[in-house]
């Protein structure tokens, strides 16, 4: 009986102990669309050089949103049908 009592206790214990949950006005804050964001973005070509890219956060939302469109888009047209290629042969080239 001993060890169930220790049991219960280290068990309650760590939920005393555990942090708090975020309310859901906390984790869902307005956040301003034009407020100014600036990243850090690698040069391509460069193993060193950054350069600095500002933009809104509208803008970024705009950016992310048409870069998955054309993954999307590309991933689709990998999965599709072989398609004639301008070869010689006029013959497809998958």
């Known amino acids: 009986m001993d060890s169930r009592v220790a049991l219960a206790l280290l068990i309650t214990s760590s939920f005393a102990l ?4 975020i309310l859901a006005e906390q984790a869902q804050s307005p956040k301003d669309p034009n407020e100014r964001i600036c990243e ?4 391509i070509g460069s ?3 950054t350069r ?3 933009a809104t956060r509208a803008e970024w939302e705009e950016k992310r949103r048409l870069d998955k469109e ?4 590309a ?3 990998a ?5 004639t290629v301008n070869t010689h042969s006029g013959a497809a080239a998958c």
């Open 18 to 21: 555990a942090p708090a949950p």
């Open 40 to 43: 850090k973005q690698a040069v």
């Open 47 to 49: 193993r060193l050089a």
């Open 52 to 54: 600095k890219v500002c």
């Open 70 to 73: 054309t993954i999307d888009g």
């Open 75 to 77: 991933q689709r047209a």
């Open 79 to 83: 999965n599709g049908p072989c398609q």
